[in-house]
């Protein structure tokens, strides 16, 4: 059974490689900054949140006389991972401890362009700037894999036939690691399970799979972890050379609701989900070769 189960993995790794980077420019909802001012002890940031297809901007800025504000405004995200966001600065709104009063815009302040080369990286050009690269500012979580704990929703789309699939699980504990990994975080049936990369040519990456009751795929999937969320890419046919967008995101984690089945034992037989962590490593350098 293991061995047809490898048999039908083979076929995937060196296309996730390939796919993962290009479904991964959605830009990571949160703080960003710009590179060239990390030195600073307090410089300009950008919150960035995607909604409904658009990017939605709050730039945390300083006037021309050094006094703080703050710039707001959305616009619609391209097929080529860019938006042009006109920054408007409200003025007028509610103080602190003070009655709550309406804001009112007080200026459009230009055009920013942004652009996204992946979910964490990416450049702006600000009115009257030159393009800059800015990124997401780092994630505090605990390492893999207790970090990978918890109520995650998995939708995959197939792009191919134009469907979703939704699907979810708690991953509750772990394997030891893997020959390419730091540890498996698995749900108490041993079905699903996930492995941060630590080696190898998809280091940095966590490596998803969820398999039958039997040791078939279900469907095997490379992401990057961003906190509560990863995307990346997945497929689910060994005869497939498609790959297709893998999104996830953390409803509970470790601490939270799914602590009543945390100390469940994993399945009685999890050598069949471990088994394609351990052969990964293999496999995917030879593809690779």
């Excluded at 900054?33 to 002890?41: F, I, Q, R, V």
């Excluded at 409200?90 to 055009?111: H, M």
Aim: charged share 15%; aromatic share 10%; glycine share 10%.
């Amino acid at each position: 059974m293991i061995s047809n189960l490898w048999r039908c993995l083979a076929a995937l790794f060196l296309a996730f490689l390939s796919a993962a980077h290009a479904n991964t420019t959605k830009p990571v909802n949160g703080l960003w900054g710009l590179n060239a001012e990390t030195n600073l002890a307090v410089g300009r940031a950008f919150n960035l949140e995607t909604s409904q297809g658009f990017l939605v901007v709050t730039m945390y800025a300083y006037t021309n006389t050094g006094a703080p504000t703050f710039y707001v405004g959305a616009a619609p995200m391209t097929a080529n991972n860019t938006a042009s966001v006109a920054l408007l600065e409200p003025e007028g709104g509610t103080c602190l401890g003070c009655v709550p009063t309406s804001g009112r815009q007080r200026a459009n302040k230009g055009t920013a362009f942004f652009e996204f080369t992946s979910s964490t990286t990416g450049f702006v050009t600000l009115p009257g700037e030159s393009r800059k690269a800015f990124f997401k500012g780092p994630v505090t979580w605990p390492a893999a894999p207790d970090g990978l704990y918890g109520l995650w929703v998995w939708t995959r789309v197939a792009t191919s036939v134009s469907t979703a699939f939704a699907d979810y699980t708690v991953l509750t504990t772990k394997l030891s690691p893997s020959s390419g990994g730091n540890g498996i975080a698995v749900s108490s049936d041993g079905r699903y399970g996930c492995e941060l990369q630590t080696s190898g040519a998809a280091a940095g990456y966590v490596l998803c799979i969820a398999i039958t009751s039997t040791g078939s795929t279900r469907f095997i999937a490379l992401v990057k972890w961003h906190g509560n969320e990863m995307d990346g890419a997945w497929q689910y046919s060994s005869s497939s050379t498609t790959t297709d967008v893998f999104t996830a995101k953390r409803l509970v984690d470790g601490n939270g609701n799914y602590e009543t089945v945390k100390s469940a034992m994993v399945a009685s037989d999890p050598a069949m989900l471990r088994a394609v962590f351990e052969e990964h490593p293999r496999r995917l350098a030879a593809r690779a070769e």
